[in-house]
């Protein structure tokens, strides 16, 4: 009974990490870059723009289609960036289980 008590203890306990590193996550944050910084994004959180940063050089008339390249290619950096972070607050909140393949549970990154 004492070790299903503690298996209890630690499933408690890794489950408070989990939700400790979910808080984080909607907190933290990524910036990702383009076209040498030309083009800035900021994420928040599961990936919403905060900020978008274009030089004043990219707005004139017919730049609209590498703008719009640009800016794809920035969120893309910034979400990349930012999936590294959760991830490795995941992987962090999930301590010795993180990578583990068990049947039947979610694979914990």
Excluded: C, Y
């Excluded at 209890?8 to 990524?30: I, N, T």
């Excluded at 910036?31 to 030089?55: C, F, N, Q, R």
Aim: proline letters at 5%; aromatic letters at 0%; hydrophobic letters at 45%.
């Amino acid at each position: 009974m004492k070790d299903l008590n503690a298996l209890m203890q630690q499933a408690q306990a890794m489950q408070q990490r989990l939700q400790d590193a979910q808080a984080k996550m909607a907190e933290s944050s990524a910036e990702g870059s383009s076209g040498g910084g030309l083009v800035t994004v900021a994420l928040k959180g599961p990936g919403e723009i905060t900020a978008v940063k274009i030089d004043d050089s990219l707005l004139t008339p017919g730049e609209g289609e590498i703008l719009a390249d640009l800016i794809i290619a920035a969120h893309a950096d910034a979400k990349r960036r930012l999936d590294e972070i959760n991830n490795g607050l995941m992987r962090d909140a999930a301590g010795p289980m993180a990578g583990m393949n068990i049947p039947g549970m979610p694979k914990l990154f």
